[in-house]
């Protein structure tokens, strides 16, 4: 069983960044499928990004030019940088992981096999 911790959300005004990592308790993770999600209140999971194990990246439309995935130099860790936020970004931010083979659909929550418990971010105008 694997463990995603997501750590670095929090109250930010209109224009700032917040970095949320992920934490992760497999040590292969660097070989792992990572993404980042997001939901608002009375809406569906969202996907936001996400980074394969071959260092493929993709983004959500709303958020590519001012978010970026990234893998840390620790092989268990990722990182979402999010620049230009607006208020519209609020949401629970979740890290999701996916492990290696199978068939991976890098937007779907369907296709990661882990998920972290969430962290709150808020964006005030």
């Known amino acids: 069983q694997v463990q995603l911790v997501e750590s670095g959300g929090g109250l930010v005004q209109a224009g700032g960044s917040l970095r949320l990592s992920c934490a992760a308790s497999e040590r292969t993770f660097s070989n792992w499928s990572m993404g980042w999600f997001r939901q608002a209140p009375g809406k569906g999971r969202e996907f936001v990004a996400s980074?394969?194990?071959?260092?493929?990246?993709s983004y959500a439309d709303s958020v590519a030019g001012r978010f970026t995935i990234s893998r840390g130099n620790a092989e268990n860790t990722g990182y979402l940088q999010m620049n230009s936020l607006q208020p519209e970004d609020t949401a629970v931010y979740y890290c999701?992981?996916?492990?290696?083979?199978?068939?991976?659909?890098?937007?779907?929550?369907?296709?990661?096999?882990?998920w972290g418990q969430g962290t709150q971010v808020t964006v005030s105008s």
């Open positions: 980074v394969s194990g071959r260092a493929t990246t």
């Open positions: 999701a992981a996916s492990s290696p083979g199978g068939r991976w659909y890098y937007n779907r929550p369907s296709s990661y096999d882990y």
